[in-house]
């Protein structure tokens, strides 16, 4: 039965979210079932494209990306594929009428990885939209289901939280990105003078976007807001854990939150949820 293949497949893109990524998963926990299965197979779509480009160094990245980019697109037109994780993240562009526009402006920046290593502000901002803002665009019409006109509402305001969150992922994997993979997205930064001067002029352009995302999460509706501020808190966290940083040490390892840091982060998130503490305005 495609009934149970079709299962099977979303507890495939469930099982790559849970491994990839704890903060996420987490998050994802909050939202609505029904609609729970849709936002692990963006995150399974979005990993595994990434992982192709980031991390296949012993393969032929270029023939894998493009193999994957076509299968993609094959299952999306047949509504189906072998590649559970494909064939899930097919299922919810039909069903969630998610535009083949976005899919392809986050392909097209997944591409730009495998050829370019440094970026003018033109590419910077071509690559964060493509690689965050239309992914969080994704994200939105399944928590809109339909609603096109509170789609359009909270679009801009996704649009904001998805670079701010991939803003934020540049710095914390600065080191990675320049020493394994020679790659610097600031533009005009050298790694070389990156000092506590060059660092707050990012984080300010990566608060104001912050500032903007939580206005919209505050409009989501509530079968995934408190999922999406949960996010929100984590990666926050993770910004004020930068501010704080010399910048000798960014450039040395990758920034992360630790597992009990997060757990309390989520409960004490919860906790404020129940006691009506946060503010949502619908």
């Not at 999306?76 to 919810?92: M, R």
């Not at 440094?118 to 964060?128: H, L, Q, S």
Request: aromatic share 18%; glycine share 4%.
């Amino acid at each position: 039965m495609k009934e149970l293949f079709d299962q099977i497949s979303f507890e495939v893109s469930k099982l790559a979210t849970k491994r990839y990524s704890t903060s996420f998963s987490l998050g994802i926990r909050f939202i609505e079932p029904k609609i729970r299965n849709a936002i692990y197979s963006i995150y399974g779509f979005v990993r595994f494209a990434d992982e192709i480009v980031d991390t296949f160094h012993d393969y032929d990245k270029e023939m894998l990306f493009a193999r994957f980019k076509g299968d993609a697109y094959t299952a999306i037109e047949e509504e189906i594929s072998l590649n559970p994780i494909l064939n899930s993240f097919q299922d919810t562009v039909r069903k969630f009428h998610i535009d083949k526009e976005l899919i392809a402006t986050f392909l097209k920046s997944m591409e730009m990885d495998l050829y370019k290593n440094n970026y003018d502000y033109d590419g910077y901002n071509e690559y964060i939209v493509g690689s965050a803002e239309v992914v969080g665009l994704m994200c939105l019409k399944v928590y809109c289901n339909g609603d096109e006109e509170s789609y359009k509402s909270l679009k801009y305001y996704a649009e904001r939280l998805g670079s701010a969150y991939q803003k934020i992922n540049f710095l914390r994997d600065l080191s990675a990105d320049y020493n394994k993979l020679g790659r610097v997205y600031f533009p005009g930064v050298d790694i070389k003078e990156f000092n506590e001067c060059v660092k707050q002029k990012i984080l300010l352009d990566i608060e104001k976007d912050f500032l903007e995302g939580y206005k919209g999460i505050l409009k989501l509706p509530k079968n995934s807001r408190f999922g999406v501020y949960l996010s929100y808190i984590y990666f926050y966290s993770l910004f004020q854990k930068i501010r704080f940083m010399r910048p000798e040490l960014i450039l040395q390892k990758r920034i992360r939150i630790p597992d009990s840091y997060k757990f309390y982060l989520f409960f004490n998130s919860y906790v404020k949820n129940k006691l009506h503490l946060i503010q949502w305005q619908n």
